[in-house]
């Protein structure tokens, strides 16, 4: 069972959590920029990486389409975590081809907040220069 939400942050649920980000590997394996972009809620913020510019509204959507377009596959490489609060998180490698250049690896750790209905609010990845390298 669930460990209720800190005061002010409504849960959507640890099973709702992780079935969203197993949702997420899915939908950008099979190349699905509609159904990945349904998993976010209005406003949504994602950092990716960590540091960079925010996007919101129609970078997400723009983003994604770049995300499928550059053939983007996730492996996740742990199970899905979830917390005590309205957040889980996912690590995984992420491969992708960008349209110049060899394909790429990156190993990362995303953490994701949730509204009530389970949708992504915003989205950190965490990976750094040295967690990226060519695929051989």
Known sequence: MSEPSPPGLPAPGQDLMRQALQAYVDRINAGDKDGVLALFAPGAVIEDPLGSPPKTGADIDSWFADTIAFDTHIRPVA???GSHANAAALVFDVTFQPPEG???LIRSLDVCTF?????ITSL???WGPDDMEPVS
Do not use: W
């Open 79 to 81: 199970p899905i975590r």
């Open 115 to 119: 509204d009530a209905e389970g949708r």
């Open 124 to 126: 950190k990845a965490y």
């Open 102 to 104: 060899p394909r790429l």
